[in-house]
Structures are given as C-alpha cells and as structure tokens.
C-alpha cells in the first residue's frame, strides 16, 4: 500500500508560478523493484491527463502541452515529487494528481496508486 499526498495547489493570475509537491508514504513491508511517480492533472468531466515522469533511464519526460514551462524534480531517498510549474494560463486549472505504480520485488503485479489531488487555478 502506497499513499499519496499533494500539496502546493492554489489561485495565480496567468503568468505565474507554482511548485508542486507529492508525498509518497509506503505502508508495506516489501522491497519494490519498480516504483514510478508521475504528475497527472485532470479537467472536469476528462480524463486524467499524463504530465510528467522520469523515464527507466532517468530522464524527465512531458506531456506537449506542459513541455517547457513545467519543470519535475524528486527526491528518492524520501520518495518525494515535484513539479514546478511557470508561465501559467487559465487552460492550466485543473486538479493536479500525482500517481505511483509499484510492484514488489517477485510480484507479477503492478498497482498504481493515486492521490486526491491539488487544485490550480488560473486567471486571466
């Protein structure tokens, strides 16, 4: 069992700058060999759109529509996520979600986890 939490969410006028953070608290016993964290954000009534994560290489990668302004960064060692997010528009406002997907080591299993989420909003 992973649980996430978001924080750093808030109201900017377009332009602006926010820093995301997701918390990640392991609740399990087990060694994971795969333990991915990724930033999704999701629209009212859409589904939850992929932003970012680092690649098996190590690699940021980004969605198109954030590519340039957002900025991932983690801390391993205490399984901590951000996102800094710049030149912010009102088509950003949406509920930010970060996720893990985990396995333990031997599994052939592997769950993803979400959070509930950090709400931006942008005006104009």
């Known amino acids: 069992q992973v649980q996430l939490v978001e924080s750093g969410g808030g109201s900017v006028q377009a332009g602006g700058s926010l820093r995301l953070t997701c918390k990640a608290t392991?609740?399990?016993?087990?060694?994971?060999?795969?333990?991915?964290m990724a930033w999704y954000r999701k629209f009212p009534g859409k589904e939850r759109e992929f932003l970012s994560f680092?690649?098996?290489?190590?690699?940021?990668d980004y969605a198109d529509s954030v590519k340039g302004r957002f900025t991932i960064s983690q801390d391993k060692a205490n399984n901590m996520l951000f996102l800094e997010m710049n030149s912010l528009t009102p088509e950003d406002t949406a509920l930010y979600l970060c996720?893990?997907?985990?396995?333990?080591?031997?599994?052939?299993?592997?769950?993803?986890?979400w959070g509930q989420g950090t709400q931006v909003t942008v005006s104009s």
């Open positions: 996720k893990v997907e985990a396995r333990c080591s031997g599994a052939t299993t592997t769950y993803a986890y």
């Open positions: 392991v609740h399990s016993s087990c060694t994971y060999d795969r333990f991915i």
């Open positions: 680092f690649d098996r290489h190590g690699n940021p």
